[in-house]
């Protein structure tokens, strides 16, 4: 504005300037309320005098007064004022001036597009006019609009234009300042060294120059670094240089500034009350120089250091007062801000739907104003939410959307951050291996970083990780303990008292576990100081729980009752579910030791009741097995306590509970299930349940869907928080209703129950469903080494423990591939397991009074060959009773409730050789087909070997499907085992995938029966796989089998089904008696050759 000049000069316009004076002292006073009105005067007069370019400038100057003191929309109207007059009287330069000005405010408001637009309109003028100073200042803004949209490469070229422009015109002012931009683009690309490199440049032309204002501005900038690189030493110093220079020269905004930057390095030391000092120190500046902005700034400070206190209501106060000044000057990315710290209050208060409410607030502004960076910090706080929730699933869910944008934007702390909450969701979930993988990743990125904080987090969460594969492999505890260390040496050296008292607690539990109590008490001790001090109660809990467990360990079990008593009252204040489930069960632990059985067994109870609810929200399978393995040894204590106290129902009731719940689950949400009985009101109850399931889950869906999306406007805000209880109010109402229909149905057909319900056992109904000449065999291990019974018959229940460790049974799969090599004899004589060794006494004794038992093993005893057991008379088990087996009880009630057809009057194929290499296979597939009058398919029939498609389709399509040849077993990949076809393996996987109404499917085939046993009972592999996809009864082996010996049995097998129409199970065991009473051939009563022969589920007559 090249007039100005003059004009301000000239005597008759003295009486305006006087007033700009006077509107610039107030400015010098940081009184911009005054100045403005001042300011206001001033335009009158030159309104009146008709100089408009004088009014510009006031407008200009106006705008200025209006961005000190928040007020956006005056700001923007000013600009707008002065730009329209500009434009009015060609002054152009002016206009480049409003146009960088504007960017600047919607910049403010987070409106990126139009941001650019006006910067981009300023670059445009400025390159016509050749003004390459305001050709500089709209590269700075075109580089910081960029650096909030996460574009950190586009605006640091836009920085380094900046500075080209600077040092060509030499400028050094503009020149240091560019130097920061780029030291703040850096700093966000998690680039520290380079951040620094950049920031010093700046440090270096500020002192040169003289320019004290700008060296503590770069003072801050180095403090901000060194504090991201967890050297809060430094970073008080640098904050106490930039708080020394701002006093002196009397800038008490900036003086604001730094007291914030201290705030934040003390509360990174657990200095929370330096913290508190500082933040009000700031808050009081602001205060009385009516910065609303710093004023909100100092609030959310505050807010932190009150919740790291635990004084989470302090917390909520301090957010809401930052909430309320940021909607009011309509700053929506502190408005984001707040709500983040607001979710983070309320998760400590254990109210996570509010954490979720208010993180969903955040991330819809965020995602609004196209800000990635916070958006990934909303995921990880919902993350955080829905994991202490136990929703693990959606916690992953959430950690993941993270880790995809920090990987987009090139954002590596939040990429270390969010792999290691990926860790930490893996941990709760017992996948180790995924947990450590993940915080590897995090690892590598915090060291490449020079991320110290970050490095001590996650070497905690690597060790629980190796902590928790002890258990299985006591070497893990060293590399455990190890990774506890390095966490606890850099926690001292960075002064982070908060990841010292975690690494204390985790260092305690891995002493606990080696037996080293009196070492564990001191550290849980430790821990347990410093989370008082720090009042962080979350941690108080687990440290409680610890001491609780170490007295206990050393028979101190008043004082342990006492530690865990107040461990579960934290518990449920903060409804930690995962804690209390650990805490009712050290309670269970402790009055059993102090012979309060039914004390113990209600706590014990009460831990189940926790990982039930848990186990309830995970809906993958997977995840609800992996889960179940990180909780299954509390199962195991509380079946042991029940069988050791005669509580033989509730026994047989939590060993179902426990039993292959993810595969019923998952088989029980099939859509091809009919009830068994016919009637009208059936018709009706089904119909509904269908309807009500899909309008709960359709309400569930929109409730969540609108807490996403709540309005701005206060009024509008309440009737959506309105609507969103009512929709709350009409799913507990349906699902009140929904229980009474499942209820009705029940008691019209219990089997259709069994089979769309995933129910608890109701012992009256097995007993019902047991002929007198039945009895069920329920195995569970209730520890390493020590096996559960439970016998149940139509009359009577009765349970039993024996000793009998896992790897008697590897030892005997061991034997039977030796002697598939010829060692036969000698291998059988040291592995052969009496019956009384396995099976407690009296419990054996009822078994030997049954014509058939059911048996339902658990763990590794799913592949332990039954009928070898050998009795006292020397005959084996399958000699005295017929044997069938089951996943579990539940299962078999599922199975009995399944519709049947006669396997004669349906399809039947049978399937021999597919790869042409088994010429055994093909003749018996030969004699099978003949016997069942069987569409036959071997590669003397197709001319060729047969295809996937080819036995998919049967298996699909036929009632009885006999299968002849090589079952591929995969130990790493259980899912992948399957029948081996001429062109690749029909695997699990696949038929997973399909629907079948087999009524038999026989699989003769080495090792069909084997799978892979994970956490949580859960057998994965091709039987289980069949039973799935809706096969009745299979035969299967358990071992790899000569394929002579193999044919013939099978041949013995049909002549009994199908020759005499014997029952499935009878069939099997009386093939089992020909080979041991040698009418076979003389070679094969050996086990190797019929006890690896097992029925899985029922086909009767």
């Known amino acids: 504005m090249g007039k100005i000049e003059d004009i301000l000069k000239d005597p008759k316009y003295v009486n305006g300037v006087r007033l700009l004076e006077a509107a610039g002292q107030e400015m010098e006073m940081l009184d911009y309320g005054a100045a403005r009105d001042i300011l206001a005067r001033a335009l009158q007069f030159f309104q009146q005098k008709d100089v408009p370019e004088m009014v510009a400038y006031i407008y200009l100057e106006m705008a200025f007064c209006s961005l000190n003191l928040c007020e956006i929309d005056k700001e923007i109207d000013y600009y707008n004022k002065a730009l329209d007059i500009c434009k009015r009287v060609k002054e152009v330069r002016g206009e480049a001036e409003a146009y960088n000005n504007l960017s600047n405010a919607y910049l403010y408001l987070g409106k990126y597009d139009e941001a650019i637009k006006y910067s981009n309109n300023a670059l445009y003028i400025c390159k016509q006019i050749k003004d390459v100073s305001g050709e500089a200042y709209a590269y700075n803004n075109l580089g910081k609009v960029y650096l909030c949209l996460g574009k950190y490469e586009m605006a640091i070229e836009y920085f380094n234009n900046a500075l080209a422009i600077y040092q060509q015109i030499r400028d050094v002012s503009g020149e240091a300042k560019a130097y920061n931009n780029l030291g703040h683009a850096y700093f966000c690309l998690d680039k520290y060294d380079e951040a620094i490199k950049y920031y010093e440049e700046a440090l270096k032309i500020f002192t040169e120059i003289k320019d004290v204002s700008g060296e503590a501005s770069a003072y801050l900038c180095l403090s901000s670094a ?24 009397k800038d008490v905004s900036g003086e604001a500034s730094a007291y914030i930057n201290l705030s934040s390095a003390y509360g990174n030391l657990g200095k929370y009350d330096e913290t508190i000092k500082y933040s009000n ?23 932190s250091a009150y919740g790291n206190l635990g004084k989470y209501d302090e917390a909520v106060k301090y957010s809401n007062n930052a909430l309320k000044i940021y909607k009011e000057i309509k700053d929506v990315r502190g408005e984001a801000e707040a709500r983040i710290n607001l979710g983070e209050a309320y998760g400590n208060l254990g109210k996570y739907d509010e954490t979720i409410k208010y993180s969903n607030n955040a991330l819809d502004i965020y995602q609004q104003i196209r800000d990635v960076r916070g958006e990934a910090k909303a995921y990880i706080n919902l993350g955080n939410a829905y994991l202490y929730l136990g929703k693990y699933e959606k916690a992953i869910e959430y950690f993941n959307n993270a880790l995809e944008i920090c990987k987009q934007i090139k954002d590596v702390r939040g990429e270390a951050s969010a792999y290691n909450n990926l860790g930490n969701a893996y941990l709760y979930l017992g996948k180790y291996d995924e947990a ?23 070497y905690n969460n690597l060790g629980n990780a190796y902590f928790c594969l002890g258990k299985d492999d006591l070497g893990k505890y060293d590399k455990a303990i190890a990774s506890y260390d390095t966490a606890l040496y850099i926690c001292k050296q960075i002064k982070d008292v908060s990841g010292e008292a975690s690494a204390y607690n985790n260092l305690a539990n891995a002493y606990l576990r080696l037996g080293k109590d009196e070492m564990a008490i001191g550290y849980f001790n430790n821990a347990l100081a410093i989370y008082q001090q720090i009042r962080d109660i979350s941690g108080e809990a687990k440290a409680y729980n610890n001491l609780g467990m170490a007295y206990q360990n050393l028979g101190k079990y008043k004082k342990a009752i006492e530690n865990y008593n107040k461990a579960l009252k934290i518990c449920k204040q903060i409804e930690d579910v995962n804690g209390e489930a650990k805490v009712y069960t050290s309670l269970s632990l402790a009055y059993r030791k102090l012979g309060k059985y039914e004390d113990g067994i209600e706590y014990g109870l009460n831990a189940i009741g926790c990982c039930e609810k848990i186990k309830g929200e995970l809906k993958v399978e997977t995840h609800q097995i992996s889960f179940f393995g990180t909780v299954d040894e509390i199962y195991m204590w509380v079946v042991k ?65 609108e807490s996403k999306r709540i309005p701005k406007d206060e009024r509008m805000r309440a009737i959506k928080e309105t609507r969103i209880e009512e929709t709350s109010k009409e799913i507990d109402k349906l699902k009140v209703r929904y229980n009474q229909v499942i209820e009705r149905i029940h008691e019209v057909d219990p089997k259709y129950y069994c089979m769309v319900e995933v129910p608890h056992v109701n012992i009256k109904e097995v007993k019902e469903r047991l ?10 291990y209730v520890s390493r080494d020590e096996v559960g019974v439970v016998f149940l018959d139509k009359n009577r229940i009765k349970s039993g423990i024996k000793k009998f460790e896992e790897k008697k049974v590897d030892e005997i799969l061991d034997s039977m591939k030796a002697m598939a090599k010829g060692n036969i004899a000698k291998s059988w004589s040291e592995v052969e397991v009496k019956a009384k060794e396995l099976i407690p006494d009296n419990i054996l004794e009822m078994i030997l009074e049954k014509k058939e038992i059911w048996i339902c093993a658990h763990q590794k005893l799913h592949f332990f060959p039954f009928a070898a057991l050998r009795c006292d008379d020397g005959k084996y088990l399958i000699e005295k009773v017929r044997i069938r087996e089951y996943p579990s009880v539940t299962f078999s009630m599922i199975m009995d409730g399944m519709d049947r057809k006669r396997v004669y009057g349906g399809e039947r194929v049978v399937i021999g050789n597919p790869t042409g290499d088994l010429t055994n296979a093909e003749e018996e597939a030969t004699i099978i087909a003949n016997i069942v009058e069987a569409a036959k398919y071997t590669p003397r029939d197709v001319g060729g070997n047969i295809s996937v498609q080819l036995g998919s389709d049967k298996l699909k399509s036929s009632s009885l499907y006999h299968y002849a040849g090589h079952v591929v077993y995969d130990s790493r990949s259980p899912w992948l085992s399957g029948m081996l076809f001429g062109d690749r393996v029909l695997s699990a996987d696949d038929i997973m995938d399909m629907r079948v109404n087999n009524e038999v499917v026989v699989l003769s085939g080495c090792e069909s029966g084997r799978g892979e046993t994970r956490t949580g009972d859960e057998i994965v592999g091709l039987s289980r796989a069949m039973m799935y996809a809706g096969t009745k009864a299979i035969v299967a082996t358990l071992w790899e089998i000569k394929d002579v010996s193999t044919a013939k049995f099978m041949e013995c097998i049909y002549e009994e089904f199908w020759n005499n129409r014997c029952d499935l199970a009878d069939a099997v065991r009386n093939a089992q008696l020909k080979f041991i009473q040698r009418k076979v051939s003389e070679g094969w009563s050996h086990p190797y050759y019929w006890a690896g022969f097992v029925v899985l589920g029922e086909k009767r007559i």
């Open 226 to 249: 060194y504090g991201i690189l967890g050297k809060y030493d430094e970073m008080i110093n640098y904050s106490n240089n930039a708080l020394d220079i701002y006093q002196q020269i």
């Open 436 to 458: 450590i993988k993940y915080s590897n990743n995090a690892l590598y990125i915090c060291k490449q970083i020079k991320d110290v904080s970050g490095e001590a987090r996650v």
């Open 771 to 780: 002929g007198e000449d039945i009895g069920l065999v329920d195995f569970y």
């Open 281 to 303: 120190n700031a808050l009081d500046i602001y205060q009385q120089i009516r910065d609303v902005s710093g004023e909100a700034k100092a609030y959310l400070c505050l807010s």
């Open 641 to 705: 306590l029940c069988i050791e106290h005669g509580r033989d129902e509730t026994a047989l009731d939590i060993i179902e509970r426990s039993k292959s719940r993810a595969f019923i689950s998952k088989m029980l949400g099939r859509k091809d299930i009919k009830p068994t009985k016919e009637s009208e009101e059936l018709r009706k109850l089904i119909e509904e349940r269908k309807e009500l399931r899909k309008k709960i889950e359709e309400l569930a869906l929109h409730r969540e869907s």
